[in-house]
């Protein structure tokens, strides 16, 4: 019945958005999804459930790769948990660059939320492409200005000359909220930051003007108040190449951004 379908359609997404997600949430997002399924294959053909199947799955999704990227956040971890270093000298930048990836089996079996409910092994190579690592991002504090200034670079691998980029400055909280949406300039960028605790995920609401710098200086480990935060990515490889592009690219970014303003990393992390 689609009144109960509902019920459970909710349900579902408030489990998957609980401080911890218990198997009982992920075996409901496969039944939820599986009864939908049924209610619309089977004759008559069901255009209207077909929507709501399509709805359920994308917020569902969309759920999952809120958590995927604010896990600390969305666990109800503190930043402040986050063991400290030193930070690098203001206008020094911290760079990190990495391999690509090539799969040799088990492709995306890992990736939620198929490995939620079936688990999910890949077997891959860390790869250089014509003798380069082809991705990487840098990372500094520098002075004068305010607010944090994010580029994003896709160059050519052989010359490295520049084929696109896109930049947002963040001035505010508000600038912040589109971070989950992977359309939007600079996303992974904006992740990386929530992830590292530079706001509270709860914090982040559109249109809210509240000034970022107090939340900056903080994070940055810094007594200035006439600073900026800039952090770039590149990658030399073509979007959808299959090489782990964004999940390396992921990583580069965090491993920069955390040895410029000084946040230690385990290997887990």
């Not at 459970?8 to 409901?28: T, Y």
């Not at 990836?101 to 939320?113: E, H, K, M, N």
């Not at 963040?170 to 590292?196: F, T, V």
């Amino acid at each position: 019945d689609g009144t109960a379908i509902e019920v459970s359609m909710k349900e579902s997404i408030a489990g998957l958005r609980a401080p911890q997600v218990s198997q009982k949430a992920i075996n409901s997002i496969a039944s939820t999804r599986d009864s939908l399924l049924e209610s619309h294959c089977g004759p008559p053909f069901n255009s209207g459930m077909v929507e709501k199947c399509r709805d359920f799955l994308e917020r569902a999704a969309s759920a999952t790769t809120e958590r995927c990227v604010s896990g600390n956040a969305i666990a109800g971890n503190e930043p402040s948990m986050l063991a400290r270093t030193p930070p690098v000298s203001v206008g020094a930048t911290a760079v990190a660059s990495a391999p690509a990836r090539i799969d040799l089996a088990g492709g995306w079996s890992d990736t939620p939320p198929i490995s939620y409910e079936y688990g999910g092994a890949v077997a891959c190579l860390a790869v250089l492409v014509d003798g380069k690592r082809p991705l990487g991002a840098r990372c500094r504090v520098a002075r004068g200005g305010s607010g944090i200034r994010l580029r994003t670079e896709s160059r050519t691998l052989d010359d490295e000359s520049l084929v696109a980029s896109a930049e947002v400055v963040i001035h505010s909280l508000g600038d912040m909220a589109d971070y989950c949406n992977p359309m939007a300039k600079c996303a992974l960028l904006k992740c990386a930051l929530i992830q590292l605790g530079l706001v509270p995920l709860k914090s982040i609401m559109a249109g809210d003007s509240t000034s970022i710098q107090s939340h900056l200086k903080a994070f940055c480990q810094t007594d200035l108040d006439d600073f900026g935060l800039e952090i770039t990515s590149q990658s030399l490889l073509p979007t959808g190449s299959g090489m782990g592009s964004s999940s390396i690219l992921g990583g580069c970014i965090l491993a920069a951004i955390a040895r410029c303003v000084g946040i230690k990393l385990s290997g887990m992390e």
